[in-house]
């Protein structure tokens, strides 16, 4: 069964009398379990669908779709699969006491893999996943794969009974199913041979594996359960090394790199970024994969389109490790408008100096860095800082935050979305 949550104005659910609170109970004779067989039952035109109302009520409803049309409603959120495992680097763990709930629940889903892109380990799937995963074609998943080798990966995910992750990617690569994988290096864990061999095993799968992550160890000052060793610039550089062996041979053989080292294992080996034609289609940006030159491309490509805005006085807030990269950027800034950026590096009060990502900045850091800042006429912060209820991590509304700053404060993914939105500069009275 699923709920519905909310209707669309003038949809078809409105026009079938279907309210928020009614549990749609089978379509076509299929029992509904969640969103999954909801959207992929509802993809016929011809549809039979057993629901029942608040007040109780049993309805069956026979419909013929106009093709393509929407039936109009949002489900409530689906109950999420939990993580079965207890990894040693688990973020989750390194969240200090006292955030709101929804940030400690470890999800381990694939189908939020499929429908959002999540990584999950696949830890918890059953047969009868394998089965939907399948039927559905949920394809490309993402998945945390972190080791191949059998014990390698029990130890990593500290899970005994971890099912062997190369059997069940056969099972799903010889139905057809594609995989995005990550693996993040614990060093003495899942470095060296292991990752050797946890690249072959990928290789192994040819088209199937459409590319892997290689994602640096990130912990706060809040991790307890980390036992290994730091990931220092001697092993990101390994990790490089083996990562660029990887990529020179995909490059040859499938034309495009395939293995990716995140923008933090450059920035921790004190290695340049790769530039933007590295990462062919971008396939892990969200997963920090080519997010500097993602943003540098954005950046190259909009600054034709800034206004004047010679005089102005404009401050950048971005994280510590995104502070070497920026004199770059803003220099391009500078060159295009005319106004003066000054770049604002934060630690970040929550979860201590050793995160340093821009992305995980709090409202409290945000309001310490500008509250005395009467002198910028417009400041900048992280648009990723902020999630799609216009809260951050704090559990601080923006909204809140910046009535509390002298100057105005805009979100910002890449400068200039902030600068000329919809072809209007932010800054009153900047000519345009
Ligand atoms: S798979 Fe590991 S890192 Fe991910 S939520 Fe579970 S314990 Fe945490």
């Known amino acids: 069964m699923v709920r519905v949550k909310a209707i669309e104005k003038g949809g078809i659910a409105e026009e079938l009398g279907i309210v928020p609170g009614t549990e749609l109970l089978s379509v076509n004779g299929r029992e509904l379990v969640d969103f999954l067989d909801w959207e992929f039952l509802t993809a016929d035109d011809e549809l039979v669908i057993d629901a029942r109302h608040p007040d109780g009520e049993q309805v069956v409803y026979e419909i013929e779709r106009p093709e393509g049309e929407a039936m109009g409603l949002e489900l409530e959120p689906p109950t999420i699969r939990r993580c079965a495992n207890r990894c040693e680097f688990c973020f989750i763990e390194g969240l200090p006491k006292g955030l709101r709930k929804p940030l400690y629940v470890r999800d381990d889903d694939y189908r939020l893999s499929f429908a959002y892109g999540n990584f999950a380990t696949l830890s918890n799937l059953k047969d009868r996943d394998v089965a939907r995963i399948l039927e559905y074609r949920l394809s490309p998943l993402y998945i945390s794969v972190h080791a191949t080798p059998w014990e390698a990966r029990k130890v990593l995910l500290n899970n005994p009974r971890v099912p062997n992750i190369v059997e069940q990617l056969t099972r799903l690569a010889e139905g057809g199913i594609q995989f995005h994988g990550q693996m993040v290096i614990v060093p003495g864990l899942n470095d060296g041979d292991v990752l050797e061999q946890s690249l072959a095993d990928l290789w192994a799968f040819g088209e199937n594996v459409l590319s892997v992550a290689v994602v640096p160890v990130g912990l706060t000052q809040f991790s307890h359960l980390y036992t290994g060793k730091s990931m220092d610039r001697t092993a990101a550089e390994s990790l490089l090394c083996a990562v660029d062996r990887w990529a020179e041979r995909a490059r040859a053989e499938r034309g495009e790199s395939w293995v990716y080292g995140s923008d933090e294992l ?90 340093t990502t821009a992305g995980l900045l709090v409202g409290a850091d945000i309001r310490r860095a500008l509250v005395d800042r009467g002198d910028l006429d417009l400041a900048l912060i992280p648009a990723e800082c902020i999630n799609d209820s216009g809260v951050f991590l704090d559990d601080e509304p923006f909204v809140a935050v910046r009535e509390q700053l002298p100057m105005p404060v805009y979100p910002s993914y890449d400068f200039i979305d902030a600068l000329v939105p919809e072809g209007t500069p932010r800054i009153a009275g900047a000519a345009a």
């Open 266 to 355: 450059y920035l921790l080996a004190g290695r340049p970024l790769p530039d933007a034609d590295y990462y062919g289609e971008f396939p892990q940006v969200e997963n920090g994969v080519g997010a500097v030159a993602a943003l540098r491309q954005r950046v190259h490509d909009g600054l034709d389109t800034l206004p004047d805005l010679t005089g102005r006085r404009i401050g950048v807030v971005t994280g510590v490790s995104m502070t070497p990269l920026m004199p770059e950027l803003l220099g391009q800034l500078t060159v295009a408008t005319g106004a003066r950026f000054e770049l604002i590096s934060v630690e970040n009060s929550l979860f201590g100096p050793t995160t």
